[in-house]
């Protein structure tokens, strides 16, 4: 959100170490309410954008916002999500992870970045050795392919993780077929 954007940005000045602030470019047009008091956001605090208790999407930056799509198109279909923003990733709130986890028993990661050697993988992989017994499936990801992105719109058509294919993966975590067409 872009009150998050701010009071991540002012909690990252006021840190006493180096802090790299990045965010998606996707994210630039997102526009909401914002404090003029400045509110300050700690980092290493995930977000509950929403409670749910058939499945935890943990979602990274943009992912939030395709999470959320998603989510709205799954409750249609009798399907309750939890969607935690993890807003930084180093630290990483890995205590709202695990509960999370341990509440819904599925987990389905979102990330911005490739594939082989993203956050999404380290995720993945704690949640299995913290929560291994609360699980009901194998923990999933969801990232971009192991290429680099091409420049041309045709080509990257199916390039970028969407909506569509969060509810289709967690209509598979779940045993149930999703047709997520009118997404």
């Not at 959320?68 to 198109?73: D, G, R, Y």
Request: charged share 25%; glycine share 8%; net charge negative.
């Amino acid at each position: 959100t872009a009150e998050d954007a701010k009071g991540l940005l002012l909690e990252s000045i006021q840190d006493d170490n180096p802090v790299v602030f990045l965010e998606h470019r996707w994210l630039h047009n997102i526009k909401g309410e914002v404090s003029e008091k400045p509110k300050y956001i700690p980092l290493g605090k995930a977000r509950m954008v929403q409670e749910g208790s058939d499945i935890t999407l943990i979602a990274i930056s943009y992912m939030v916002v395709e999470a959320i799509h998603a989510v709205e198109f799954l409750t249609t279909q009798g399907i309750s999500c939890e969607v935690l923003d993890l807003r930084t990733i180093a630290p990483l709130d890995w205590q709202s992870v695990f509960a999370s986890a341990g509440k819904t028993g599925r987990v389905l990661v979102l990330d911005t970045g490739t594939t082989t050697g993203s956050i999404s993988g380290e995720i993945v992989s704690r949640v299995v050795d913290k929560c291994w017994e609360t699980l009901k499936c194998a923990p999933q990801r969801l990232a971009m392919p192991d290429y680099p992105e091409s420049t041309s719109f045709a080509l990257t058509a199916n390039y970028h993780v969407r909506a569509e294919h969060i509810a289709e993966k967690v209509g598979q975590m779940l045993g149930r077929k999703i047709d997520a067409g009118s997404l």
